[in-house]
Nanobody
Framework: QVQLVESGGGLVQPGGSLRLSCAVS????????IGWFRQSPGKEREAVSC????????YYSDSVKGRFTISRDNAKNTVYLQMNGLKPEDTAVYYC????????????????WGQGTQVTVSS
């Protein structure tokens, strides 16, 4: 059974950077697509980014494109989300999730989820 643990969240000023990590256990990353999602209070959860195995394909939402970069280190069984140029509207709990092989923004198709890490962007 696949388990995921997010880390790296925190409080940062607008324009700052954070790197989130998603540590995966119970499986190697070879056959898994890993997605990042976020949810703010009063808002629906939204897809942020996703990467397929071996960085074959990546996805970014329009709101983060050009600022966030997703990557994976299969040897460490870890996926990263580098977040630069953070804005207050990026404030949310960030979750990683996994499904078999391919990325999709359909959250219902991701079978395993982490517990989330809080990102707060504020002056």
């Amino acid at each position: 059974q696949v388990q995921l643990v997010e880390s790296g969240g925190g409080l940062v000023q607008p324009g700052g950077s954070l790197r989130l990590s998603c540590a995966v256990s119970g499986s190697t990353l070879d056959d898994l697509a890993i997605g990042w999602f976020r949810q703010s209070p009063g808002k629906e959860r939204e897809a942020v980014s996703c990467v397929t195995r071996s960085d074959v394909s990546t996805y970014y939402s329009d709101s983060v494109k050009g600022r966030f970069t997703i990557s994976r280190d299969n040897a460490k069984n870890t996926v990263y989300l580098q977040m630069n140029g953070l804005k207050p509207e990026d404030t949310a709990v960030y979750y990683c999730a996994t499904r078999f092989l391919m990325c999709t923004p359909n959250m219902g198709s991701y079978g395993s989820w982490g517990q989330g890490t809080q990102v707060t962007v504020s002056s």
